[in-house]
């Protein structure tokens, strides 16, 4: 079930959105228009930072080329300030969902960063655990046994099991 918290993470998001139109935390969006950044690309860094971390995310904006500025840019905007900012879902639901659409893909290298993603959003080991065996039922078991693999190493590093 949603938290308050899970409320509270995914209204401060949306504020930022909804910063097009006024201040959010002390950053004017116009000013922030001005100097090369929109109010959708400062929401999409908030909630990135939010659910994966600074460290990650520093390092993907210190591993950006000029070849992959235009696809870091797209995943901030697109999936971080136009999709995990809209009210529909709690952050919650939206890392169940990406576990399992990442399960099914088979997307090996995302899967251990949404394991960490979801501990931060509430979920607990358990709860992930029941994500991957249901996706297994209709991705496949190939895929879920890949999956629950990377999830109990992540969590064992992260001292969650």
């Known amino acids: 079930m949603p938290t308050d918290d899970d409320h509270r993470a995914?209204?401060?998001?949306?504020?930022?959105?909804?910063?097009?139109?006024?201040?959010?935390?002390?950053?004017?969006?116009?000013?922030?228009?001005?100097?090369?950044v929109d109010a959708l690309h400062a929401a999409g860094m908030r909630v990135r930072r939010e659910v994966l971390g600074d460290e990650h995310v520093d390092r993907a904006v210190a591993g950006t080329t000029e070849f992959t500025r235009p696809f870091q840019d797209?995943?901030?905007?697109?999936?971080?300030?136009?999709?995990?900012?809209?009210?529909?879902?709690d952050?919650?639901?939206?890392?169940c969902l990406t576990l399992a659409?990442?399960?099914a893909l088979r997307s090996h290298g995302e899967i251990a960063m949404h394991v960490r993603a979801a501990i931060g959003n509430g979920l607990t080991p358990a709860e992930i655990s029941e994500v991957l065996l249901h996706t297994g039922v209709y991705a496949g078991v190939p895929a879920a046994?890949?999956?629950?693999?990377?999830?109990?190493?992540?969590?064992?590093?992260?001292?969650?099991?």
Do not use: C
């Open 10 to 36: 995914d209204t401060t998001a949306r504020d930022g959105v909804e910063a097009l139109h006024g201040e959010q935390d002390g950053v004017d969006a116009l000013h922030a228009e001005q100097n090369g």
């Open 74 to 89: 797209y995943i901030t905007r697109a999936a971080w300030g136009s999709v995990w900012t809209r009210d529909g879902l």
């Open 91 to 95: 952050r919650r639901t939206r890392s």
């Open 101 to 103: 659409v990442l399960t």
């Open 145 to 161: 046994n890949e999956a629950f693999a990377i999830a109990q190493r992540t969590l064992a590093e992260m001292g969650e099991i």
